[in-house]
């Protein structure tokens, strides 16, 4: 590298960074702390789609700062209350210049009705519960839609162990006599292990009466695999109206202080 090369990158990379706009810093905290949720670009992961959906809490800068402050109690949105104002106040600027040229209002193709009725004929209520209706054994999907991507729910139904949510990781004890029981991991320690099994059953053992503890990779879901293209797309517009009201009483998160 020429001499005069090396003296023009040292004065131009300082200056570069001194001018960062606060859009850059917007977007650097959002990569650092948020796209893990809600993806590199803000249109949704594990989190809700926050610029081409409609934001449940409200797009206003206010309801935005309130949700990045408080968190939503009950879900995984954790509180950042270690940003400071100036922060937060990057982060929706950031949110907000990107929704402009999208606008919130993503139509979500597909039969909404058509998808209520498919979501009855695969008996997913056997697992789900949605309004006080159906098992908990899944995850509650009240408000899944207000929750989750677009994309998520759709890999959901079609691959369900690409992402298995934290309390629902699936486990086998075997007992002494062979028997194997398959539930949900509620929890261990280095003597016990509590599970609970389909039939909503919560089952305790002690580790030294079994013979072996697997911990499964795969999901206790069965992948969805074989509905047509139409009615994945009605079943996913279906979960995608699911936007019942948040549990108020529920715990809020913190979020690690990663920043
Ligand atoms: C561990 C996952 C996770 C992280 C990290 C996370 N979020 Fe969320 N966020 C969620 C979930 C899940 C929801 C949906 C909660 C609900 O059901 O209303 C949500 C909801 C939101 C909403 C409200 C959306 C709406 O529809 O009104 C905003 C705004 C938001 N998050 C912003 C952020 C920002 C900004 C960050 C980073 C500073 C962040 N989130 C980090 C999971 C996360
Ligand atoms: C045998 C029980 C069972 C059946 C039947 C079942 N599910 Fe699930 N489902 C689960 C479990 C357990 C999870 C959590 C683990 C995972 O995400 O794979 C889950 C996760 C989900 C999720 C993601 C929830 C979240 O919070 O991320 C969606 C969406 C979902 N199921 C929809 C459906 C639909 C739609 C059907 C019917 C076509 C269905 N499920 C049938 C057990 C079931």
Redesign the pocket.
């Known amino acids: 590298m020429g001499k005069t090369v090396r003296k023009l990158l040292l004065v131009f990379i300082p200056a570069a960074l001194c001018a960062q706009s606060s859009f850059d810093q917007g977007r650097a905290l959002?990569r650092s702390?948020?796209a893990?949720?809600?993806g590199m670009t803000a249109t949704g992961g594990?989190?809700?789609n926050?610029v081409s959906a409609p934001?449940?809490?409200?797009d206003t800068d206010v309801s935005?700062k309130r949700?990045?402050r408080i968190g939503?109690p009950g879900?995984?949105?954790?509180a950042?209350s270690e940003f400071t104002d100036e922060e937060v106040g990057q982060?929706i600027q950031y949110l907000q210049s990107l929704s402009k040229s999208s606008l919130r209002n993503e139509n979500v193709p597909g039969n909404p009705q058509h998808g209520q009725q498919i979501y009855g004929e695969k008996d997913c209520s056997g697992c789900h519960r949605i309004g006080g209706q159906g098992s908990i054994f899944g995850p509650e999907l009240t408000?899944i839609g207000?929750?989750r991507s677009i994309e998520y729910l759709r890999d959901s139904i079609i691959k369900p162990s690409a992402d298995v949510p934290e309390g629902y990781e699936g486990v086998t004890v075997v007992m002494k006599n062979g028997k194997r029981i398959r539930g949900l991991r509620i929890n261990e320690d280095t003597f016990s292990i509590q599970l609970r099994d389909p039939s909503q059953q919560i089952r305790m053992f002690q580790k030294d009466e079994l013979i072996g503890v697997t911990h499964e990779t795969e999901s206790m879901m069965p992948a969805y695999d074989r509905l047509s293209a139409t009615d994945l797309q009605d079943l996913v517009a279906y979960l995608a109206t699911l936007r019942g009201a948040?549990d108020s009483s529920a715990a809020v998160k913190k979020a690690g202080g990663i920043k």
């Open positions: 959002f702390n948020c893990f949720c809600h594990r989190g809700p926050l934001l449940s809490h409200g935005i949700v990045i939503v879900t995984t949105m954790p950042f982060v408000r207000g929750a948040v």
